[in-house]
């Protein structure tokens, strides 16, 4: 006789993942974007000189929704400031996509060219254990203490950048292109936490007094 089911592991991972999927999704608002860039812009080096590092990574991984680690994979090379685009190595499936940079990120990275003009080697210097530690560090800093400890990472901002391009009208699959998911039932249960508020409001302006136009 068998002394375990051996199908029970598999039973209770299908359980956690339903649990992470049915829990609404955790985003940051407006104002805890801005002050969580302005204590980050506070920052100082191992020098105890300030640095723009922590502003500029933080402004990565709002404007492209990447993996903690895609942006620490990136090196100058991959990046086309002419034709406004970057290449990013997905680790998690082992594939590369290229994804538009937006125009707030391309500020960030015209200002990262006057430091290194030469634009040679990785655009960020640190490990990802660091990143998950300073991400700690400044959301308590600026004061956001709302979330568990279990969302405290940069998934907090990949999915706020899936909340906003879902608001914005962007499809499940031209949001998947950009954030890589390969599996885009997480971004479909995002888009149904975000959408119902966004969907009454758009529904409430619908007029039904409009005469329904057919082409001829």
């Given at each position: 006789?068998?002394?375990?089911?051996?199908?029970?592991?598999?039973?209770?991972?299908?359980?956690?993942?339903?649990?992470?999927?049915?829990?609404?999704?955790?985003?940051?608002?407006?104002?805890?974007?801005?002050?969580?860039?302005?204590?980050?812009?506070e920052e100082l080096d191992r020098n105890k000189r300030p640095t723009d590092l922590w502003r500029w990574l933080i402004d990565c991984y709002i404007y492209t929704g990447l993996r903690r680690s895609e942006p620490l994979a990136i090196d100058w090379k991959h990046i086309n400031l002419r034709k406004e685009s970057m290449t990013v190595f997905d680790l998690k499936n082992g594939v590369e996509r290229e994804i538009p940079i937006h125009?707030?990120?391309?500020?960030?990275?015209?200002?990262?060219?006057?430091?290194?003009?030469?634009?040679?080697?990785?655009?960020?210097?640190?490990?990802?254990?660091?990143?998950?530690?300073?991400?700690?560090?400044?959301?308590?800093?600026?004061?956001?203490?709302?979330?568990?400890?279990?969302?405290?990472?940069?998934?907090?901002?990949?999915?706020?950048?899936?909340?906003?391009?879902?608001?914005?009208?962007?499809?499940?699959?031209?949001?998947?292109?950009?954030?890589?998911?390969?599996?885009?039932?997480?971004?479909?249960?995002?888009?149904?936490?975000?959408?119902?508020?966004?969907?009454?409001?758009?529904?409430?302006?619908?007029?039904?007094?409009?005469?329904?136009?057919?082409?001829?």
């Open positions: 006789l068998l002394k375990e089911n051996k199908l029970s592991k598999y039973k209770k991972l299908k359980e956690r993942t339903e649990e992470l999927i049915n829990k609404p999704a955790k985003f940051l608002e407006p104002f805890e974007l801005e002050e969580l860039r302005r204590v980050a812009t125009p707030a990120l391309l500020k960030v990275f015209n200002e990262m060219v006057k430091i290194c003009p030469q634009r040679v080697g990785k655009l960020f210097n640190v490990s990802g254990n660091w990143v998950s530690k300073k991400i700690k560090i400044l959301l308590n800093k600026a004061g956001i203490h709302r979330f568990d400890d279990a969302y405290i990472s940069t998934h907090l901002f990949r999915h706020t950048f899936i909340s906003i391009l879902a608001m914005e009208g962007f499809s499940v699959d031209e949001i998947a292109d950009i954030t890589g998911h390969k599996d885009t039932e997480v971004i479909r249960e995002i888009y149904r936490h975000v959408k119902p508020d966004y969907l009454k409001d758009k529904f409430s302006k619908v007029d039904f007094t409009k005469k329904i136009q057919l082409k001829s």
